[in-house]
């Protein structure tokens, strides 16, 4: 499964993702500052929580009519002179891309950052047929570089390495003689992939929205390499997930407004592309042959369920980067492409509970998540419902309880994250305490508690430890 | 070509508890429209102002002048930028706004190289706009919220005008500045409405390219131009 980005349990993940010290402090240096970032974003706004209804109901327009508004886009980027592959399981979408990769004599390809290409695999599927396949996204290309380590966060992926280890990387791999500075490395980063894009002969994005009215992709980046993936190679592949559509432009702007500032606290990203089909008759760029592959991979069996609502995710992890247990263990220890709370959320129902039961319980539930959500999917809710379905339906003892409370410090004083306590109060009671979730009572304890099996001592701790650091609370 | 579109669709609806819908448009009828109340009330002079406040954050230069100065105060950014080669849209535009004689005259005079996009030699504008000092581009639209420009590539438009060069300077007639992106997109919609074929690639550029993928450090010019500056023009 190409979801799974490491081999080691969930456990075994915190606690070695928790000994790495540079790791947690950049995830919370991170955090804090895309948070605050965020709520900056929205606050300049105005009506925020408007601007968040209307993103909910567009996403909940658009799945329960997404056969209309695919059929409309498939047609109208037919019309354009697009082609369009429907995937249901991901070795469709690898198999039609392999195909038209080598019908087009393709050697070396050119990405711009994808969730959904990392989920499908399609990468290793690609390199298997002699393909060489280069991340263009500054993160992704480091840690390509440095033998495919996973990402770490949906927006900065790079996010747990430092910049010595960027420039040894770039020492190693690229032969780089200058200094740690970031701008030093990210203009010698520059020129390595210019060359790079101009000698590409397929480029493949993903696709944060789909434009139903146009047969449109919208391509959503600070970088520009979406930009010139799509513009210098003579092929192009998109792929994305089938839910990320929309019926217009109009809703379009809705949503990049709702994800830029969630993601990155801006109002607009440096680069935003909508792309119809291959160049025109008379252009000089843009690529000659133009495919859409949207992929199902799992998610219509979320589709009229109860989950139904987390197909809404626009991505933007604003959701990850308020969850104090993401800030704890960091975004490897989840094994999943998507981490954080949508990554215990939806990699589950993507991926199957055999590989994934223990993500439900790498929560709180204190609901920080789920306000921080720019289209109001109540994520607590459905990771409470996960643990639900795991333990009644399913019928699988919950043995990953008692695991996930200690990896969240509950389980034992002698957790190193427990230890780490005091200093992490401050930044996690404010999600808490902002919504007065403390104060009317154990509303997140109460959730624990409802856990079968879950003992009264660590109980105890727990409302303690809350007591104690709600004191705490000003510092950091 | 479709490939495997209704049984895909087919499987979809069923998820959803109905038979297939192709055909009937679904009706939106949105309970909240926050865009309707958004800076929709400023006239073209406080836009600008909004304009102008935004470049600050988005590292972008914003120089103001009248069409008549235009071909002066570019010509004194280009120089800031340090000159040629430059790479230009082929657009009436340039010539509307008097810049003909900058471009066909007073550079090539002073050894300033400048390309215009020239559809029919394929492959080599890419080329040149790669080599390119400083690209320079209409706005068709304007976002003042955002500090956004919007480009309709196509024909003698290159996309990669905008892209390819290590400095950009978009030119922006003041009555292109709208309140927003829910403007432009209003207008983008209304043409695809109107049975418009509208541009295979439409750029909604902010500011320089950037990456904070460094220790959250933000670096500017990762792919796209390391400098930008817009020059707002009052229409003749
Ligand atoms: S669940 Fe919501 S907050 Fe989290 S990534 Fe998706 S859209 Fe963003």
Known sequence: MAMKIGEGKFKENVNKNIEDTFMRGAVASAQERLRTRRLDAAEELGNWEEWRSHGEEIRQHVLNNLDYYLHELAENLQKRGGHVFFAETADEANRYISEVVKANGGKKIL????MVTEEIGLNGVLEEEGCEVI????????????????????????????????????????????????????????????????????????????????????????????GLVSDLPKTQVVVMGMERIVPTFEEFEVL???????????????????????????????????????????????????????????????????????????????????????????????????????LPYASTLCAACTDACPVKIPLHELLH???????????????????????????????????????????????????????????????????????????????????????????? | MIHYRDSFLNNVARQLGRSPNTSVKPERSWQFRPQDKTLTDRNQDELLTVLRDQCRLIHTELIETTSSKLSEVLEATVTLYGGGPISIWQDERFTEFGLDTLVNETWPARYVEVNEWRAERGRENIAQAERANIGITFSDITLAESGTVVLFAGGGKGRSVSLLPRNYIALVPKSTIVPRMTQAAQEISRRVQAGETISSCINFITGPSNSADIEMNLVVGVHGPVKAAYIVIEDR
């Open chain 1, 256 to 358: 990049v407004g709702l994800l830029t500032r969630s993601a990155v606290g801006q109002k607009l990203t440096s680069y935003i592309t909508t792309l119809s089909g291959p160049r025109e008759e008379g252009d000089a760029d843009g690529p000659e042959e133009f495919h859409l592959v949207i992929v199902d991979n799992g998610r219509s069996k979320i589709l009229g369920t109860e989950f139904q609502s987390v197909l809404q995710c626009i991505r933007c992890a604003a959701c990850i980067n308020v969850c104090p247990v993401y800030r704890h263990i960091g975004g490897h220890s989840y094994n999943s492409i998507y981490p954080g709370p949508i990554g215990a959320v939806l990699t589950p129902l993507l991926g199957g509970y055999d590989d994934f039961k223990d």
């Open chain 1, 111 to 114: 990405k711009a950052k994808s």
């Open chain 1, 385 to 476: 419902k996960h643990r639900q379905v795991i333990v009644e339906r399913e019928g699988r003892a919950p043995v990953s309880e008692k695991l996930a409370m200690k990896a969240f410090g509950l389980g034992a004083a002698s957790n190193p994250m427990y230890a780490a306590g005091s200093k992490m109060a401050a930044a996690m009671m404010k999600p808490f305490t902002k919504n007065d979730r403390i104060s009317n009572g154990p509303g997140p304890l109460k959730a624990w508690t409802e856990i079968r099996e879950f003992p009264a001592p660590n109980r105890e701790r727990f409302r303690d430890w809350f007591k104690q650091h709600e004191k705490g609370g000003g510092e950091q």
């Open chain 1, 135 to 226: 991340e263009t996204d500054l993160g992704e290309y480091i840690l390509q570089l440095d033998e495919h380590d996973p990402p770490s966060h949906l927006v900065a992926p790079a996010l747990h390495k430092n910049k010595e280890q960027i420039r040894d990387v770039f020492t190693q791999k690229l032969d780089y003689k200058m200094t740690s500075k970031p701008e030093e490395l990210a203009l010698y980063a520059r020129e390595k992939l210019r060359q790079e894009f101009l000698s590409a002969d397929i480029g493949i994005t993903g696709c944060n929205f789909a434009i139903a009215e146009s047969g449109s992709v919208g391509l959503v980046t600070n970088e520009g390499n979406a």
